[in-house]
């Protein structure tokens, strides 16, 4: 059973930055792409970003293309979401999320997700 627990979520204001990271456990983490997701209020959860098994492929939502980085380091079994010139709309719970021996580009499909973590709360004052 894998284990993913996010952390790195807090307010922060229009334009600035925030890092999360995900730390994963009880599983072999390169066997598995993962991602990020997030869910506003009164909205569904949406796919962010997804990673491949050894982090050389990337994909992610147009919405956060060129603001938001995703990375990953199998050594730590740690996964990050670095988040750039965020606006009052990216405020979120975000997600990470695990598919064995899937795609980044799949991870953009709930049905590839086998593990979730509890969540992060992300708050962009405008």
């Known amino acids: 059973q894998v284990q993913l627990v996010e952390s790195g979520g807090g307010l922060v204001q229009a334009g600035g930055s925030l890092r999360l990271s995900c730390a994963a456990s009880g599983g072999t983490f390169s066997a598995y792409a993962m991602g990020w997701f997030r869910q506003a209020p009164g909205k569904e959860r949406e796919f962010v970003a997804g990673?491949?098994?050894?982090?050389?492929?990337?994909y992610y939502a147009d919405s956060v293309k060129g603001r938001f980085t995703i990375s990953r380091d199998n050594a730590k079994n740690t996964l990050y979401l670095q988040m750039n010139s965020l606006k009052a709309e990216d405020t979120a719970i975000y997600y990470c999320a695990g598919g064995y021996r899937t795609t980044a580009q799949a991870m953009s499909v709930r049905q590839s997700i086998d593990y979730w973590g509890q969540g992060t709360q992300v708050t962009v004052s405008s």
């Open positions: 990673i491949s098994r050894l982090g050389t492929t990337t």
